[in-house]
């Protein structure tokens, strides 16, 4: 983890991020805070030259529409094309048909490097259940790891399953990350900014187990600090990004 963290501050990687409303301003925040350069951008006419030009892509469908998507298609066609490392978050697959056949689309079409998400959204990936609630988990990451290694042999790729233990995910191999803090599934866009720091990780690392692995280590770590130091949501997020900034 510490080496991963040395790389991205040294080495300050663009990281192109299509992601949602609710949360390009915390995930931006806290890929700068890890040391790497964000940049958000999801028109058509523009996506394929970011994702030229960056480390990594990161694929988040969280306030997903049609033209959304259609420039999602572009994006990992040029990165597939041009060996850059995706990460999809798949943000509240099973709570509607269209945020289902969309996921499952992206995920089989261009098989991500890395899918992260909560145990209900990993589980519906898997087209086990769709009993998500919105964006939110309603079953413990304990849950989904059958269907996570499933998924994970399937698409020749890294899934990780985020919950009170993080589940790290390829083929047969699976490591365990626990600490963080009970405050992360109280301010939004928590899991979106593990996706967005994975996203760092594997841009310095070409290993992209361990790249997933360390980024959900450094979001235990930097969650353990931020609850030390606050009294709510409102001062965790602050203090959590201070945390990520001062994590070594
Ligand atoms: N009860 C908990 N205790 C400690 N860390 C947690 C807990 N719940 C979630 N986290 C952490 O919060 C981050 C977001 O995870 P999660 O809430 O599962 O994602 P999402 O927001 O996509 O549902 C992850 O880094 C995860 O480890
Ligand atoms: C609330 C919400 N609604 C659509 S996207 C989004 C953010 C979800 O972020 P996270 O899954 O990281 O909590
Ligand atoms: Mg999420």
């Known amino acids: 983890?510490?080496?991963?963290?040395?790389?991205?501050?040294?080495?300050?990687?663009?990281?192109?991020?299509?992601?949602?409303y609710v949360v390009m301003n915390n995930t931006a925040n806290a890929l700068l805070a890890i040391?790497?350069?964000?940049?958000?951008?999801?028109?058509?006419e523009e996506v394929e030259d970011i994702t030229t030009i960056s480390s990594s892509l990161v694929i988040n469908m969280g306030t997903l529409s049609k033209p959304w998507v259609a420039a999602m298609e572009q994006a990992m066609k040029k990165a597939k094309a041009n060996g850059i490392p995706i990460v999809f978050d798949p943000v509240g697959v099973g709570a509607s048909n269209y945020r289902t056949q969309t996921a499952l689309h992206l995920a089989e079409t261009y098989q991500p490097d890395v899918i992260r998400g909560n145990a209900?959204?990993?589980?519906?990936l898997a087209q086990l259940s769709s009993n998500t609630k919105g964006v939110d988990s309603t079953i413990d990451s304990n849950n989904a790891?059958?269907?996570a290694s499933t998924l994970?042999?399937?698409?020749?790729n890294t899934i990780v399953i985020s919950g009170a233990t993080d589940y790290v995910v390829t083929g047969d191999k699976i490591e365990e990350i626990t600490g963080g803090s009970a405050m992360m599934p109280k301010i939004t866009g928590m899991g979106c900014t593990a996706t967005s720091?994975?996203?760092?990780?594997?841009?310095?690392?070409?290993?992209?187990?361990?790249?997933?692995?360390?980024?959900?280590?450094?979001?235990?770590?930097?969650?353990?600090?931020?609850?030390?130091?606050?009294?709510?949501?409102?001062?965790?997020?602050?203090?959590?990004?201070?945390?990520?900034?001062?994590?070594?």
């Open 35 to 44: 040391g790497a350069s964000p940049v958000m951008a999801h028109a058509i």
């Open 145 to 147: 790891v059958d269907a």
């Open 197 to 248: 720091i994975i996203g760092a990780c594997v841009a310095v690392n070409k290993d992209i187990h361990k790249g997933a692995r360390d980024g959900m280590e450094i979001m235990s770590k930097a969650g353990e600090q931020a609850e030390s130091k606050s009294n709510g949501p409102g001062s965790f997020q602050m203090n959590f990004i201070d945390a990520l900034f001062q994590l070594t």
């Open 1 to 20: 983890m510490n080496t991963t963290i040395d790389l991205i501050k040294t080495q300050s990687p663009l990281i192109h991020n299509i992601t949602n």
């Open 152 to 156: 994970s042999r399937k698409l020749n």
């Open 120 to 124: 209900s959204e990993i589980m519906a």
